[in-house]
Every structure is written in structure tokens, then in C-alpha cells.
T-cell receptor
């Protein structure tokens, strides 16, 4: 079967750095997305990785290791507005998106 | 404003009733999707459409139907609602059906079936 694992919930302090991990076992791999979803709102695109390595975009970075079936999202200089759920999604061999259940990130002052 | 709109925002429905959730996009995207999101579960694909005139079944299609008469609209119909269909429904679109293409989501419809 296809499986994507993320921690259910994480807590971090304003101004700190947090790493949200995602591991996957899917039928094939054609890329990995990270989306952000604030409570009661729609998911919005953060990043897309298809090759191994780190992609940096402002305060957010995303890393991929295809051989390990592993990705992480790194958030720096945390702000209160970063409190949200972070969704990991993998593009499988049929070019369909398989979604993880999401990680709820709580930022404390 | 470009994007995706959904209607209604929320709805309470009696079991057994028929309901259509509306979705419209103005980005001229070819592909459109319907998902449901339940607490503790990832987004699950109900139905999708790669281009106007075609539709396909996703992971959880039972009890739902869709149509894609034109590029902009992708309504989702519950023929006879059941309580297990209580969920938040998101419509999304992407420029192409390639899974590697970014999907853009509508604001969602919160549906409660009693």
C-alpha cells in the first residue's frame, strides 16, 4: 500500500527553527509537495521537490532524499502566523497525489 | 479576482437528500479535482477531471458523481446523502493533469449530514 507519515503535532517557540519530517512509501515517485493550511482555510502551495537536495525559499526550505523516502520542511525565524498544518504529498507512478494527514504546528510566544 | 470559488460555504443536510456542491475556476486550468478532508486523515480524492468532457474516479468515489461540461465548472453531486459524508470538501485545479503541477484550492464547503 501507499503510506505517508508525518508527526501529528509539533510545538515551537516564536523566533526559533523547526523541522517537520515526512517519510513515504509509494508506488513510484515523481515529486513531493509541501502545502500550508491555516485552520478553516484551503491548503496553499509552499514547495515542490523532484530531485535530491535542499530548496530554499525565504524562511522556508524543503529537503528531499529519494533513496531514503524522506523529506523535511524547515521553517526559520518562526512567526505566530506560521501556526498552521503542514501537508506533505507525493506524486506516485500514476502521477496522482498521495497526501499525508498533515502536521499541526503550534507556535508559542 | 482569479482563483477558485465554491458554494455553498457550509450546509446542513438531512440524510437521504440530494445535494450539489459547486466549483468554478477562472484560471483556464485543464484539470480539476474534488477532495474530502476529515480529521486525522489526509486529503482524499473523490473524483477528478483531466480536461473538459472527461472525468475519473479517485480513491473514495462511492456516493458521489461529477460532470465537466466546460473548462470552468466542476460540480459534485451527492445523490442521497449519508452521515458518513459529513466532511469538508475542497475543489482544486491545476494547469495540466500532471501530478507534478501545483494544485490550487478553493475555500472549501463544510457539509454536515444529519
Amino acid at each position: 500500500g501507499q503510506n505517508i507519515d508525518q508527526p501529528t503535532e509539533m510545538t515551537a517557540t516564536e523566533g526559533a527553527i523547526v523541522q517537520i519530517n515526512c517519510t513515504y512509501q509509494t508506488s513510484g515517485f515523481n515529486g513531493l509537495f509541501w502545502y500550508q493550511q491555516h485552520a478553516g482555510e484551503a491548503p496553499t502551495f509552499l514547495s515542490y521537490n523532484v530531485l535530491d537536495g535542499l530548496e530554499e525559499k525565504g524562511r522556508f526550505s524543503s529537503f528531499l532524499s529519494r533513496s531514503k523516502g524522506y523529506s523535511y520542511l524547515l521553517l526559520k525565524e518562526l512567526q505566530m502566523k506560521d501556526s498552521a498544518s503542514y501537508l506533505c504529498a507525493v506524486v506516485d507512478s500514476n502521477y496522482q497525489l498521495i497526501w499525508g494527514a498533515g502536521t499541526k504546528l503550534i507556535i508559542k510566544p | 479576482i482569479a482563483g477558485i470559488t465554491q458554494a455553498p460555504t457550509s450546509q446542513i443536510l438531512a440524510a437521504g437528500r440530494r445535494m450539489t456542491l459547486r466549483c468554478t475556476q477562472d484560471m483556464r486550468h485543464n484539470a480539476m479535482y474534488w477532495y474530502r478532508q476529515d480529521l486525522g486523515l489526509g486529503l482524499r480524492l473523490i473524483h477528478y477531471s483531466n480536461t473538459a468532457g472527461t472525468t475519473g474516479k479517485g480513491e473514495v468515489p462511492d456516493g458521489y458523481s461529477v460532470s465537466r461540461a466546460n473548462t470552468d465548472d466542476f460540480p459534485l453531486t451527492l445523490a442521497s446523502a449519508v452521515p458518513s459524508q459529513t466532511s469538508v470538501y475542497f475543489c482544486a485545479s491545476s494547469k495540466t493533469p500532471d501530478g507534478g503541477d501545483t494544485q490550487y484550492f478553493g475555500p472549501g464547503t463544510r457539509l454536515t449530514v444529519l
